[in-house]
């Protein structure tokens, strides 16, 4: 199919127009909040600010469909740890630690990233089986083969992964 189904979200992410737009928003409420004490957004301002920008982007239709909550504390821990890795200087103390204005979007991308992509799985965990349980039931009232009814099986999955991959791209 292509791009990963994280590539073709956060792609999408980072060339919207609105997402952007709302990333630079929060982050200037961020630093508003804290007076400009610091040079970004400190790690204690990121659960407040992930909820502030789930606001600001429900109109967006990759948001509005696949993110219908905002992420959770562990989501934002594990966005902003996966962010820290990747820093030229890891060894700062969780304290010292600030994000600036594209740290922060790139935050933000991961972030959202993660829960389109986790949420689009447990939609695919929650639609297949119960379609696999309608196709082994008609095809044990027909008295169809076995092998209709797996190619039945392999080409329903096969659709709706195909189906929530593509509605992915927003």
Not at 23 to 46: I, M, N, R
Not at 58 to 65: A, D, F, G, Y
Not at 138 to 151: D, F, I, M, P
Request: positive net charge; hydrophobic residues 40%.
């Amino acid at each position: 199919m292509g791009l990963s189904s994280s590539k073709r979200v956060s792609r999408t992410l980072r060339n919207s127009a609105d997402f952007n737009s709302a990333c630079d928003s929060v982050y200037e409420d961020c630093l508003a909040l804290t007076q400009h004490a610091f040079p970004g957004v400190k790690p204690y301002q990121l659960f407040s600010a992930s909820e502030n920008l789930h606001r600001s982007l429900s109109s967006l239709p990759l948001i509005h469909k696949w993110v219908p909550t905002p992420p959770t504390r562990s989501q934002v821990d594990k966005a902003l740890t996966r962010q820290v890795e990747q820093k030229p200087d890891p060894i700062q103390e969780k304290s010292e630690i600030t994000l600036g204005s594209g740290e922060f979007k790139e935050f933000a991308v991961d972030l959202f990233t993660d829960a389109v992509v986790s949420n689009a799985g447990k939609a695919i965990l929650r639609q297949v089986p119960i379609g696999v349980i309608g196709i082994l039931g008609v095809g044990g009232l027909t008295r169809s083969g076995k092998e209709l009814v797996g190619a039945a099986i392999g080409v329903y999955a096969l659709g709706v992964s195909t189906s929530i991959y593509l509605g992915l791209a927003g």
